[in-house]
């Protein structure tokens, strides 16, 4: 095929790719609100307005508009336009990579799959079930049509994935839906999944590195913040002589704040070493109150017999995008990437 014609397609994959692109933003928006993603107009989400099919271009609108709705002025965020030229270029490399051959038809549907399940973890920290559902098909269809990746392999990487996940799911360094979207990837990658999960995890550690370091002033302000309301609430069980853990011992609250709103793990109370029961109603009362603004994280109130001896808190940090990442990696280039570093062993 003539290298122009090789460029047309690159362009007409890339302009396919942000027309999804456009259309995985509206099922980002509605799939976690149960709203149609079919039978409701396109919309500006401040003053209601019904977009025109002018406003809706995909990357260029966005640009042209400033980055403001074009009937109120409101600011529009430029996730917009990240997703629909991230799909973009997806749609472009599986056609490089690929050429016309079957591969490109699973690309089109994984990469979908993996922006929107990336948009809606970082917004909700959750990766939607339907998500990790389509890639362990897709999975179990390559199978039967990749014949060169043997069926016993993606079983034997499905295996000890499920070793690996369960153990960091149990630690605290995964959630459950890190575990079931790479039990589908390891049907559909074989030992290439062990390259994505690399990948995943030191994108994801840099990452995180750079994220706790600007977070540390917020998180300690958030700790200071949950310290004076545990230490209020346990002086007053102290001054009731009811609700406070025995002198010699000590005993750890645990809790967590979910889209604004804390909450306690009660059931991880060791009441051997209490005198009495506490008031729990009370500080999940004042936590809710006064603890409004900070968005998602986990918290632990260390107490040492009289007192509230320390608060350590942590904003919790998706995984999904980077695993995503190393999915989408490993689809296009694992063979290629996995060559080279054995390439080094020699």
Request: proline share 3%; with cysteine; net charge neutral.
């Amino acid at each position: 095929m003539p290298i122009a014609m090789h460029i047309a397609y690159a362009v007409l994959a890339f302009v396919l790719g942000s027309i999804i692109g456009s259309f995985l933003n509206v099922v980002i928006l509605r799939t976690p609100l149960h709203q149609s993603i079919v039978k409701e107009p396109s919309h500006c989400f401040s003053c209601g307005h019904r977009l025109a099919w002018y406003d809706m271009f995909p990357i260029f609108s966005w640009i042209f508009l400033r980055g403001k709705c074009r009937y109120c002025g409101e600011k529009i965020s430029p996730r917009y336009m990240i997703v629909e030229a991230a799909t973009a270029v997806l749609y472009c490399l599986a056609y490089l990579v690929f050429g016309f051959r079957l591969e490109l038809a699973f690309s089109a549907v994984l990469f979908a799959v993996l922006v929107v399940l990336s948009a809606i973890d970082i917004d909700r920290f959750e990766i939607p079930y339907w998500c990790s559902i389509t890639t362990a098909v897709l999975g179990v269809i390559a199978i039967f049509v990749f014949k060169e990746t043997p069926w016993h392999e993606r079983l034997i990487a499905m295996g000890v994935i499920m070793v690996i996940f369960v153990i960091l799911v149990l630690v605290g360094g995964m959630g459950g839906g890190d575990l079931q979207l790479m039990i589908g990837a390891s049907l559909l990658l074989g030992y290439k999944v062990f390259v994505a999960l690399f990948i995943g995890v030191l994108t994801g550690a840099v990452y995180g590195t750079v994220k706790k370091l600007r977070d540390r002033s917020d998180e300690k302000e958030i700790s200071d913040k949950l310290k004076r309301l545990a230490e209020e609430w346990y002086q007053n069980q102290l001054d009731q002589n009811v609700g406070y853990v025995t002198e010699g011992h000590d005993d750890i609250i645990v809790g967590s704040i979910s889209e604004g709103d804390p909450d306690i793990e009660w059931e991880f109370l060791d009441e051997n070493v209490w005198r009495g029961l506490p008031d729990k109603a009370k500080l999940s009362r004042e936590l809710r109150k006064n603890i409004t603004d900070e968005r998602e994280g986990g918290f632990k109130i260390f107490i040492k017999g009289d007192k509230i001896e320390r608060v350590k808190y942590s904003r919790r940090m998706v995984f999904g995008p980077f695993l995503g990442f190393g999915i989408a990696t490993c689809w296009l280039v694992g063979g290629h990437l996995i060559n080279w570093y054995l390439s080094l062993m020699r």
